[in-house]
C-alpha cells in the first residue's frame, strides 16, 4: 500500500500476495522461499528492487543469493533485507542470545538443551524463580515461546519440544531464560549496512483473549508510539541496545541491511533484550507504516543502496492503533472460505490490511488465521481505539473474533 502511493514506482508485484495486496500491485504464485525461482523471475520482469516482507526467504538467504546472481549476470537489484547470516538472530534464538553476550547487550540469563540434555535442564531451571521461559530455537511462525508456572510443567513442556512432537525442527533445541517481568515493547531500526536510525517504537498483544489470557498468536493488535518509551528510555535504547547491536554485527564482519525489530521488556524503566526479528513483524508493521510520513520507496531504496543519511524519515506524531480481526478458532482449527462485507468508505487516516484473505470470483474470503488487521489515526490512544473499533465492528465474516482490550493498559500507564 505504502509503496504503491510512491509516484517513482514503476511495477509492483507482491508474492504471493492476497485479496488485498491485488489492489496496489500483482499478486504472483511464487513461493518467497524459492530464492531461485525468485530471482528468474526478477530477471524475467526487469525488478530493480526486492523487499522480503518476513523472516522465512531472509533466513533462505535469498539477499545473498539475488545480489550476488545479480552481480555475476551484470545486473543492478538490490535487496532491502539482511543477510543469511545476520538472519540468524531471527533464525535461531540461540544464536542470538550468544551474540547478545558477545556485546554485552542486556538480556534474560539463558541456557540452550537439546532432547538428551533433560537433566541437565532440570539442574538449570532449578536456579530460576517460576514462571519459566522456554522458546524453541528455529522459526515457529511466532508461536515457539512457552510460559510455564511450574517445574513439572516446563519439563514436560521441554520433552514434548525437544523431542520434535510440538514445534518439529524448530523446537529440537530449547533456549531457557528467566522471567522478566515488566511491561513489553518493540522498537524498530532501519539500516544500509552503514548508518542506522530509529524507525519507531509500538506495543503488540500477542494473547488471544482480553487480559492477555488464553494461547500466544501472531499478535492481535498493537498501538505505536508507545507512551511510556520517553526520551530517556529511548536513550537508554540507543546507548545499551541498538547501538551495540548494529556495530557488534559490523565488528563480526556482517553488516546489517534492512529493518531490525527488537523486542524489549521494560523492567522498572530498565530495557532488556527479549528477541531479535529480521523484518517488520505483524501487526506492528499496520501501526507503524500508516504513521510513516517519508515516501516508503524513498526510504527503502535508501536502504538497499547505502544512501541512509540522506533520507529525511518522518513520522506522524499521532497513535496508531490496530486491532487484528481473526477467525473463529484461531490460533486452533480454523475455518476458510467465510465471505467478507466490508464497509463502502473508510474515514481519513483509516487503513484495512489484509492478512488472511482471498479473491474469490467476486467476493472475499477468508483464507487464515489472522483475516484483516484495522487500523486509525487519533490525536491519543483512546481517540485512536474508538475509531478502530468502529470500523471493526462494520466489517462482517462467519466466526469473527477480536480481543477488545488493546490500549487499554498503555491508557492506565499514561494517565497514572
Known amino acids: 500500500m505504502k509503496m504503491a502511493e510512491s509516484n517513482r514506482l514503476g511495477q509492483l508485484y507482491i508474492a504471493p500476495g492476497n485479496a488485498g495486496t ?8 511464487l513461493n518467497p522461499t524459492d530464492v531461485v525461482a525468485v530471482y528468474d523471475f526478477c530477471k ?3 525488478i530493480s528492487l526486492v523487499v522480503p516482507g518476513n523472516e522465512d526467504p531472509l533466513v533462505a538467504g535469498i539477499a545473498d543469493y539475488i545480489e550476488q546472481s545479480a552481480e555475476k549476470d551484470g545486473l543492478v537489484i538490490h535487496v532491502a533485507g539482511p543477510s543469511q547470516w545476520c538472519a540468524q538472530l531471527e533464525g535461531s534464538k540461540d544464536f542470538s542470545k550468544a551474540f547478545m553476550g558477545r556485546h554485552q547487550i542486556p538480556t534474560a540469563r539463558y541456557q540452550s538443551f537439546q532432547l538428551s540434555q533433560l537433566d541437565e535442564a532440570a539442574d538449570f531451571l532449578r ?5 519459566y521461559v522456554l522458546k524453541a530455537d528455529g522459526l515457529a511462525a ?15 513442556t521441554l520433552q514434548s519440544m525437544t523431542d520434535g512432537s510440538r514445534f518439529g525442527k524448530a523446537g529440537e533445541v530449547v533456549v531457557i531464560e528467566e522471567f522478566l517481568k515488566g511491561i513489553e515493547l518493540s522498537v524498530f531500526g532501519i539500516s544500509d549496512g ?6 519507531a517504537s509500538a506495543k503488540d498483544y500477542k494473547r488471544i483473549f482480553d487480559n492477555d489470557e488464553g494461547p500466544n498468536t501472531g499478535g492481535m493488535g498493537a498501538i505505536s508510539p508507545v507512551p511510556f518509551a520517553d526520551e530517556v528510555f529511548m536513550q537508554k535504547v540507543v546507548d545499551r541496545i541498538m547501538k551495540p547491536t548494529y556495530e ?3 565488528s563480526e564482519g556482517h553488516p546489517y541491511k534492512g529493518f531490525l525489530f527488537v523486542g524489549l521488556m521494560n523492567v522498572n524503566g530498565e530495557p532488556f533484550v527479549i528477541e ?5 513483524g505483524d501487526p506492528e508493521t499496520e501501526a507503524i507504516f500508516p504513521r510513516l ?5 524513498d526510504m527503502l531504496q535508501a536502504i538497499a543502496t547505502g544512501q541512509l543519511m540522506d533520507c529525511d524519515v518522518q513520522l506522524d506524531s499521532k497513535t496508531a492503533a490496530t486491532i487484528f480481526l481473526v477467525s473463529g478458532g484461531y490460533p486452533g482449527d480454523i475455518e476458510k472460505g467465510k465471505e467478507i462485507t466490508f464497509p463502502t468508505t473508510l474515514g481519513h487516516d483509516q487503513w484495512l490490511f489484509h492478512a488472511g484473505t482471498k479473491q474469490d470470483g467476486d467476493r472475499v474470503v477468508t483464507n487464515g488465521g489472522r483475516v484483516i488487521a484495522v487500523t486509525s489515526l487519533g490525536e491519543d490512544i483512546p481517540l485512536a481505539l474508538e475509531r478502530s473499533t468502529t470500523l471493526a465492528s462494520n466489517i462482517h465474516f462467519e466466526g469473527k473474533f477480536n480481543r477488545t482490550d488493546i490500549g487499554l493498559d498503555l491508557m492506565k500507564i499514561s494517565h497514572s
Request: hydrophobic fraction near 40%; charged fraction near 20%; charge should be negative.
Open 44 to 46: 524475467s520482469n526487469d
Open 142 to 156: 511466532g508461536k515457539g515461546v512457552i510460559i510455564t508456572p511450574s517445574f513439572d510443567e516446563a519439563m514436560a
Open 22 to 29: 491485488a489492489s496496489f500491485g500483482t499478486n504472483v504464485n
Open 248 to 250: 557488534g554485527l559490523v
Open 194 to 199: 552503514k548508518d542506522w536510525k530509529l524507525l
Open 127 to 131: 536456579t530460576l524463580e517460576p514462571p
Open 276 to 280: 531479535y526479528n529480521v523484518r517488520m
Open 293 to 297: 510520513q517519508t515516501p516508503m520507496l
